[in-house]
């Protein structure tokens, strides 16, 4: 008799609940992005077998590219944390200069500085990653394996986090 497993059933259906434009914009966009930003930077190496490397590692760059934001995500989780049970006139500092990373890191230096390290984190670990990635990758040699993972990580590299939320 043949067992059948549902595993993490419920979890991808309670997240496209909750947040449906994870599932919906995020993943597709950043696939789509991921993929322009490899085939132009070959194109701009005038690399012959484009899109043979494209089909060789564009699933692992977009998961790669996922885990180093989330990296970054994880950089800025301490200034959620940070405010949870602090309330009070001696934790007003908290309010003008730590809380503004989670909503608008324009409003402090601090919070822009936290922001932008989190950018950098993550678009470093986006350049570790893809290196990795793509090190299996016969078709390339290591300077266009660099240029190319170079070229990742400053336009792949969560940006959106400097949007303001409000």
């Not at 994880?74 to 309010?95: K, T, V």
């Amino acid at each position: 008799m043949k067992k059948t497993r549902l595993y993490n059933v419920i979890f991808p259906v309670w997240m496209l609940f909750l947040v449906p434009q994870v599932w919906l914009i995020a993943l597709p966009g950043n696939l789509i992005i991921d993929c322009a930003v490899l085939l132009i930077t070959l194109t701009a190496l005038r690399h012959t077998a484009k899109l043979t490397v494209l089909k060789q590692v564009w699933w692992k760059i977009w998961l790669l590219g996922f885990g180093a934001d989330f990296v970054g995500i994880a950089f800025m989780l301490p200034a959620l944390f940070m405010g949870i049970n602090l309330s009070g006139p001696q934790y007003d500092w908290w309010s003008a200069w730590v809380e503004p990373i989670l909503y608008n890191c324009f409003r402090s230096p601090l919070a822009f500085l936290w922001t932008a390290a989190a950018v950098a984190l993550s678009g470093v670990c986006i350049y570790f990653f893809d290196k990795w990635a793509m090190r299996s990758c016969d078709q390339l040699t290591d300077r266009q394996r660099h240029i190319i993972c170079l070229t990742l990580a400053i336009a792949t590299a969560p940006w959106t986090f400097f949007i303001p939320m409000y």
